[in-house]
Structure formats: structure tokens, C-alpha cells
């Protein structure tokens, strides 16, 4: 990374509406296949609550972001060269002949802005999102501010991600400008594992079995769970070893020299097992909101970043990193110095 590129504002909404844990287990089928290590899905996954959007759309919870992401940088919308959607789930209509990314450019007032979306690595289309945006600004002179939004809404019976998480609806943004000295980002890495991309997924029209007696819903995440526990599992740490440490190479720190760790909010099993495989302090990594709103996709690095920020978990030059993978499947890793 060049190190002029820094992160001038960044926002998320989450709706108004909440529903308990224990609701979502009762109208939702939870699959109870064992998980390895004495784990019970439902009894360790840590979450209270979540939020729900109701009547908003995934399009409109990021256009809310958005504008929260802009006025906190106190930009005029026309400064805004690049808009770049980096959602991981299925949005209002059909992608990719659809994209939020006009939409939210039309709200929010970004007239000049050239629009698009990169969102094939799931949870960590944070990471492949930031890693391709700052390319793109330093590379390019007339690019120098750009907006980076996602937005979340789970189809309906959809919350219980089984074996890892249950999802929050919520959206996010991002505001990057080139020659901004706070929160610079320092490095991004990302990886891939393409053998692994029908682990988890909303099977794609051409796909859906007729006779299947949810049919009708229009998205329904598909698991092979046999799969997840023996192909992913086993490769998770080694590939968070992997995207990690290459930043930290690329930004020329240590791990001694990371103050705090913005992870996922996936559920408490899946951050002990993340802290105790990599021998990361528990006390390092920031996941303070998993109780009061669960799991929200690509935005928990927004999200859970903007927290510690504001709670005073961050101070001015700490080195953050932030991290994920996700289903797709990639893990990816930023280094911030705020």
C-alpha cells in the first residue's frame, strides 16, 4: 500500500426492529447435526438478539449507511469519484444484471461517481472490496474519494446460518480518500480457495429442485455441512495465518505490534477457537457487540470497527487489524493505523 489512502468516515444502520435468539430457533429449521469439540450450536452461539428489517430492503439499509458515512466525512456527494457495493448476499433484484450500486449513487447524490460491485467473497468482501478500491485510487489521479457500501437483508427463515452464526440485517459504508493521514490503510490481503464454493450457498435458479417443498422462497442458503466440518474447518486458521501474516509483512509490523483485533461477530465458540488457535489474547480482539446483534455479514468489520473507535477500545496510532472469511470461500485482513 502507498500509505496516503485513509478511511475519512464510516457509518452503519441497523433497523429499529429486533427479534430474540430463542425466536428465530422456534420458526427457523436448525439442523442438529453435532459439531465437533462438545459444541451446541444453539447453546454456545453467544447472541441475544438480532436486528430485522421488515419492510426495508437490503438496497435501502445501505442507502441509510451511506448517508450517515457522508455526513460524518462532511463531503459534498459530488466529491465521491467511485461507488463500490461489496455486499455478500442476494440484494432487491437479480445480480449481476442488478446492482445496489446505482441505486445508492442516485440517493445519495454522487453524480459523478463511476459505480459497481465486487462481492464474491462473502464475509470478506470487506477485504477483496478494499484491496481492489485502493488499487484502483492509486493507480489512478481522478479517483480520489470513493464510497464502499453493503447492505443485508436475510430472506425470510433465513437467519440461522448453522454451524456458524445467525445473521443481523444491517448495512454499511466506507469512505476512503487519497492524501487522508487518518486511519491509513497500510495493507489488505485477501485469499481464495475455489474448491470450497458450494460449501455454502443460495442455490441459483437453474438449480432449484421444483418438488422442493420451499420452493417458493426466493433464496434459502443451502450447507453441506459433512463438507464445512471436514474441509473447511481443518484449513480456517491456517488460511487466517496466511492472509494475516502477509499484511503484516506488507505493512512492516509485527504481530506484537497489532493493538487490537476486529473480528467477526459470529458467535462466542467460533472467537475462542479464533483467539486459542492463533494465541491471540482474547482481550485483543474486539466482538463486544455479539450479544445485542449476532452476525452482519460483510458489515461486522464496519461495524465492529466503528464500536471500539467510539468506546475508546482504539486510540490515535494504534494498528488495528481487521479480519474475516467467508463463505465463497476467502479470508481476507486489513491493517489500519488510525
Not at 123 to 134: E, G, Q, R
Not at 244 to 262: E, H, T
Not at 273 to 282: D, H, K, N, R, Y
Amino acid at each position: 500500500m502507498n500509505g496516503d489512502i485513509g478511511i475519512l468516515a464510516e457509518a452503519y444502520y441497523l433497523p429499529p426492529t429486533t427479534k430474540s435468539i430463542d425466536d428465530v430457533f422456534d420458526d427457523e429449521e436448525v439442523p442438529t447435526d453435532p459439531l465437533g469439540g462438545g459444541i451446541d450450536f444453539a447453546r454456545d452461539i453467544g447472541i441475544e438478539a438480532i436486528h430485522v428489517a421488515g419492510d426495508e430492503t437490503a438496497a435501502s439499509l445501505s442507502v441509510v449507511a451511506a448517508r450517515r458515512a457522508v455526513a460524518r466525512a462532511r463531503i459534498d456527494p459530488e466529491e465521491i469519484d467511485l461507488v463500490v457495493g461489496f455486499t455478500s448476499i442476494a440484494e432487491d433484484h437479480v445480480a449481476p444484471t442488478w446492482s445496489a450500486a446505482g441505486l445508492v449513487q442516485r440517493d445519495v447524490g454522487a453524480t459523478r461517481a463511476f459505480v459497481t460491485s465486487l462481492n464474491t467473497g462473502g464475509c470478506a468482501s470487506y477485504h477483496a472490496t478494499m484491496k481492489s478500491v485502493c488499487s484502483i485510487m492509486a493507480s489512478s489521479d481522478s479517483v480520489r474519494t470513493a464510497l464502499l457500501f453493503a447492505g443485508d437483508k436475510a430472506p425470510p427463515l433465513n437467519h440461522a446460518y448453522y454451524p456458524v452464526t445467525v445473521v443481523c440485517d444491517g448495512g454499511s459504508a466506507v469512505i476512503l480518500r487519497k492524501g487522508h493521514d487518518r486511519r491509513v490503510v497500510m495493507a489488505v490481503e485477501a485469499a481464495t480457495v475455489g474448491k470450497l464454493h458450494d460449501v455454502l450457498y443460495a442455490p441459483g435458479y437453474p438449480h432449484r429442485d421444483p418438488t422442493d417443498p420451499c420452493r417458493n422462497r426466493w433464496l434459502h442458503m443451502t450447507g453441506d455441512y459433512r463438507r464445512f466440518a471436514e474441509e473447511v474447518i481443518p484449513i480456517n486458521l491456517f488460511m487466517f495465518r496466511k492472509v494475516m501474516r502477509a499484511a503484516m509483512r506488507k505493512a512492516g509490523v509485527k504481530p506484537d505490534d497489532i493493538d487490537l483485533y476486529i473480528y467477526p461477530t459470529f458467535s462466542a465458540w467460533d472467537q475462542r477457537a479464533f483467539s486459542e488457535g492463533l494465541g491471540i489474547s482474547p482481550e485483543k480482539v474486539y466482538t463486544k457487540g455479539l450479544a445485542r446483534h449476532g452476525h452482519l455479514q460483510e458489515t461486522d468489520m464496519v461495524l465492529n470497527h466503528v464500536d471500539a473507535q467510539e468506546d475508546g477500545s482504539i486510540r490515535d496510532g494504534d494498528l488495528v487489524m481487521l479480519t474475516t472469511n467467508g463463505a465463497g470461500f476467502a479470508w481476507g485482513a486489513t491493517i489500519v493505523r488510525q
